[in-house]
């Protein structure tokens, strides 16, 4: 057996980021920028007013109050979005909206509170102070100035600053695109009655959707019989459509475990035997240079995989340079109940739905069933509680979790 991380290692080392390309905004959430983005123009792009008012000199409103009003007179309204003809003179004023363009001469905004409307004039009822509820050009991004770092993941916070600056596309790493292949002749989808030992293909829907959640795009390449042909044309012409491509079931050591036999002869492939629980067995390696992942068969054992070895490595291809913080180990949590960490020199990942107790505390349960094949509990679970070989968790000891949703 090989540590998860030197397994992790060898995943990192053959997946190298996808081209490059020119995305439109739109359809850039969750990319990662391939170079820096800087801001074509400033935000604002002019001085305009935080709030409803009167643009006025401060000068001629110092001494304002309810009780000693200062009247001036109003020459006309600005709205957002429009500019007009205003300059502000001594004992004028000039009605803004939140957003509008400051006009020349004033240097203060009377808020719309503190204000009394009475015909063509304004009672204003208390000081102005310069500058403030003004927002200078630029004071929230500079022409010209870096926004974004090569390697930014893109969020609704990035897309909304580069529609700010008027930028309609940047380049980012194309998302892969990852098939999908269960393979068993045990395997039948939904709508087809199941004769004796066949079971319905779940690995496929699980590994397509984890895939889509992370921002992948995806192709089924659907279900390989456990025959060399079969496998072996689904598996070319998958890695000719695809940047990578995951596969359950025929990694382990069974009779019919052609997956191995034709990714040995079609691939460079590594077999390992990785110190994980579930999830032990797992092969990597390329198809010219698609990166192939052979996931175990086992629900729950190719989810563990794809979370721990697969997604590492798909994201890497994303151009994701960040360390994923989403599987990092995160201390803090308290065990619910009790359980077993294996003998075997595995660690082991259990299922567990991790929720904060009345105390406040972080606590995990598990979810059910641990089997390798109860999938029901994976899906119930929204955390992996990471247990070292050997070590025995009780009742209100700390344990480590992978949050996984
Ligand atoms: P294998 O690695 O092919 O020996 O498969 C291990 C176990 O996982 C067996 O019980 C298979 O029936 C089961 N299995 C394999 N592929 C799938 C799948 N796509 N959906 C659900 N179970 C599967
Ligand atoms: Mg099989």
Redesign the pocket.
């Known amino acids: 057996m090989i540590p998860l991380e030197q397994a992790q290692a060898e995943v990192l080392e053959s997946c190298r980021p996808a081209a490059a390309v020119e995305v439109a905004t739109s359809e850039a959430l969750g990319l990662v920028l391939a170079a820096e983005v800087r801001a074509p123009e400033p935000v604002p792009s002019f001085r305009n007013t935080a709030m409803d008012g009167y643009a006025v000199h401060s000068d001629d409103v110092a001494g304002a109050s309810p009780q000693a009003p200062v009247r001036l007179r109003v020459v006309g309204t600005r709205p957002a979005g429009t500019a007009g003809m205003f300059s502000v003179g001594r004992g004028e004023a000039l009605r803004i909206m939140t957003g509008a363009l400051f006009p020349d001469g004033a240097d203060a905004v009377a808020i719309v509170e503190e204000t009394r409307t009475d015909g063509d004039h304004v009672e204003i009822l208390a000081p102005a102070l310069p500058g403030v509820h003004i927002r200078p050009a630029g004071d929230d991004i500079a022409q010209g100035q870096l926004l974004f770092e090569g390697g930014t993941v893109l969020g609704p916070g990035h897309l909304g600053v580069l529609s700010s600056v008027g930028a309609s596309a940047v380049r980012a790493f194309r998302a892969p695109v990852v098939g999908v292949l269960?393979?068993?002749d045990?395997?039948v989808e939904a709508g087809v009655d199941l004769q004796a030992g066949q079971?319905?293909?779940?690995?496929?829907r699980t590994l397509l959707s984890l895939a889509q959640r992370d921002g992948f795009g995806v192709v089924d390449l659907g279900?390989a019989r456990d025959d060399e042909v079969v496998i072996e044309r689904a598996l070319v012409s998958g890695a000719t459509v695809c940047d990578a491509i995951l596969t359950?079931?025929?990694?382990?050591m069974?009779d019919?475990?052609y997956?191995k036999t034709v990714l040995d002869r079609i691939g460079k492939m590594s077999w390992m035997q990785v110190a994980i629980r579930p999830a032990k067995?797992f092969a990597f390696g390329t198809i010219g240079d698609t990166p192939v992942f052979g996931l175990?068969?086992?629900?729950v054992?190719?989810m563990v995989s794809y979370e721990l070895l697969a997604r590492p490595g798909l994201r890497r291809i994303a151009g994701h340079v960040d360390s994923d913080l989403r599987r990092r180990a995160i201390r803090g949590f308290v065990a619910g109940q009790g359980w077993r960490g294996a003998r075997d020199g595995r660690t082991t990942y259990v299922r567990v739905v991790a929720e904060f107790a009345a105390d406040g505390k972080l606590k995990v349960s598990s979810s059910g069933g641990q089997g390798s094949?109860q999938?029901y509990a994976m899906a119930r679970a929204n955390a992996l509680a990471v247990t070292p070989p050997g070590l025995d968790i009780a009742d209100g000891d700390p344990v480590d979790v992978l949050v996984l949703a």
């Open positions: 269960s393979t068993g045990e395997l079971i319905r293909d779940s690995n496929r279900i359950s079931g025929g990694v382990s069974g019919f475990d997956v067995p175990p068969g086992n629900p054992s190719s094949h999938l």
